[in-house]
């Protein structure tokens, strides 16, 4: 069974840190494009950060310099360094798989339940 067990969320004063962890399993992360993804109540899903099939990763300009998106492959999990935290940070986080191709030449996309993410002044 495909999941995306996200941990990590909580309340923490501007200017805090969290790191948040995807833990994913039931298939394989390398026929997707990985994502970090937020949304704010009344608010749009806002992509936050992609990881580019060279290893290398892009962020939101809300994002660059404060935020890191890392893979650890020895055990299929996602990271999100959330660093210098503000107020308009508060929303729910997801990370995401997207593209992936399965046997049947499908193309889907796999979310985490997301996690809340509390920033406070």
């Known amino acids: 069974q495909v999941q995306l067990v996200e941990s990590g969320g909580g309340s923490v004063q501007a200017g805090g840190s969290l790191k948040l962890s995807c833990e994913v399993s039931g298939f394989n992360l390398d026929t997707c494009t990985m994502a970090w993804y937020r949304q704010a109540p009344g608010k749009e899903r806002e992509l936050v950060s992609t990881f580019n099939s060279d290893g290398t990763t892009r962020y939101a300009d809300s994002a660059k310099g404060r935020f890191t998106f890392s893979q650890d492959k020895s055990t299929d999990t996602l990271y999100l360094q959330l660093n210098s935290l503000k107020t308009e940070d508060t929303a729910v986080y997801y990370c995401?798989?997207?593209?992936?191709?399965?046997?049947?030449?499908?193309?889907?996309?796999?979310w985490s339940q997301g996690t809340q993410v509390t920033v406070s002044s």
């Open positions: 995401a798989a997207e593209g992936c191709i399965a046997v049947d030449r499908s193309s889907n996309n796999y």
